[in-house]
């Protein structure tokens, strides 16, 4: 499973930003992490990683919000465009596999949530 390896950079990024907030926040509520569909994530072993190596760190007990992005293609002999939902990547207009991927590579944390100090 690949989400670990993904989730535990995930865990030291947030961590690490989290430690420089000031003033320090109480605890960490929700992470919100964009994935393009191309990483081909399991969402569920994501939750699943995410809680585990959340233990014993600033994120433990937080919620991991997972926005997939799909993916899209353009090609390059028809200029056709589009999202690609098979696994084997072919223009829908003319079956070439000549694609760009415009979309779908996206991995990134848009946001953390944290509980203020009152
Ligand atoms: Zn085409």
């Known amino acids: 499973m690949h989400e670990f390896s993904l989730c535990q950079n995930?865990?030291?990024i947030v961590t690490d930003e989290f430690k420089k907030l000031n003033p320090q926040p109480r605890r960490i509520i929700k992470v919100n992490l964009v994935i393009g569909k191309?990483?081909?994530v399991v969402k569920e072993n994501m939750h699943f990683a995410y809680e585990v190596l959340a233990k014993d760190t600033a994120a433990q007990g937080s919620q991991l919000?997972?926005?997939e992005i799909?993916?899209?293609a353009k090609c390059r002999m028809c200029?056709?465009?589009g999202a690609i939902t098979n696994s084997v990547f072919l223009c829908?207009?003319?079956a070439s596999g000549n694609l760009d991927i415009e979309e779908g590579k996206e991995f990134y944390i848009k946001d953390l949530e944290v509980e203020e100090d009152e």
Do not use: F
Request: with cysteine; hydrophobic share 40%.
């Open 92 to 94: 829908a207009n003319c």
């Open 38 to 40: 191309l990483h081909g």
């Open 79 to 81: 200029n056709w465009q």
């Open 65 to 67: 919000e997972i926005d």
């Open 70 to 72: 799909p993916i899209k």
């Open 10 to 12: 995930i865990i030291e």
